[in-house]
T-cell receptor
Framework: DAKTTQPNSMESNEEEPVHLPCNHS???????IHWYRQLPSQGPEYVIH???SNVNNRMASLAIAEDRKSSTLILHRATLRDAAVYYC???????????FGGGTRVLVKP | GAVVSQHPSWVICKSGTSVKIECRSL??????MFWYRQFPKQSLMLMAT?????????EQGVEKDKFLINHASLTLSTLTVTSAHPEDSSFYIC???????????FGPGTRLTVT
């Protein structure tokens, strides 16, 4: 299974941006980068996905390195509700099987 | 995004009994559904992929005779844990994918406790 590496945890202050790094050095040309987050005792929630270009949506931005071996999820202004485990996943678009790693636990301090 | 429900949200059963968990896609037709399991303080582990009208594809190490999956319609998939044992106690989560959408939408999860 394709694996990504993420820091175990990160802390942020409320209203400040959060940059979550992810390494995916084994990524192939057809693999997409997906981000999901999971709040306590809930199912994961889709955040964003991308292939080569940077992506923006209402939840976050995804910055993908030129060599695609790493990416960064950007939460522009963290709120207390953003406290969750964030998972970075590389997956082939066709099958879309998601292999979850350990993720990054984000703590947002008021 | 899609709305996915699971029923029940939690269940307690005795060892040796079977438990059925339902996963429903409420607002679109889900051609593919996935079942995951999550133990406390661990990540999600994919158990199986369920395609409407065909047999589920199980991940390596998941017993297909123990975890029965039925995807009889485009809006409903069920997971039956047969002869449950305490080690089957876990958080079971389903997700759906429709057509060529890249994202998956997850249900709220079902917490199973086997006593």
């Amino acid at each position: 299974d394709a694996k990504t590496t993420q820091p175990n945890s990160m802390e942020s202050n409320e209203e400040e941006p959060v940059h979550l790094p992810c390494n995916h050095s084994t990524i192939s040309g057809t693999d997409y980068i997906h981000w999901y987050r999971q709040l306590p005792s809930q199912g994961p929630e889709y955040v964003i996905h991308g292939l080569t270009s940077n992506v923006n949506n209402r939840m976050a931005s995804l910055a993908i390195a030129e060599d695609r071996k790493s990416s960064t999820l950007i939460l522009h202004r963290a709120t207390l509700r953003d406290a969750a485990v964030y998972y970075c996943i590389q997956s082939k678009a066709a099958g879309n099987k998601l292999t979850f790693g350990g993720g990054t636990r984000v703590l947002v301090k008021p | 995004g899609a709305v996915v429900s699971q029923h029940p949200s939690w269940v307690i059963c005795k060892s040796g009994t079977s438990v059925k968990i339902e996963c429903r896609s409420l607002d679109f037709q889900a051609t593919t559904m996935f079942w995951y399991r999550q133990f406390p303080k661990q990540s999600l582990m994919l158990m199986a992929t369920s395609n409407e009208g065909s047999k589920a594809t199980y991940e390596q190490g998941v017993e297909k005779d123990k975890f029965l999956i039925n995807h009889a319609s485009l809006t409903l998939s069920t997971l039956t844990v047969t002869s449950a044992h305490p080690e089957d106690s876990s958080f079971y989560i389903c997700s759906v994918r429709a057509g060529n959408l890249y994202e998956q939408y997850f249900g709220p999860g079902t917490r199973l406790t086997v006593t």
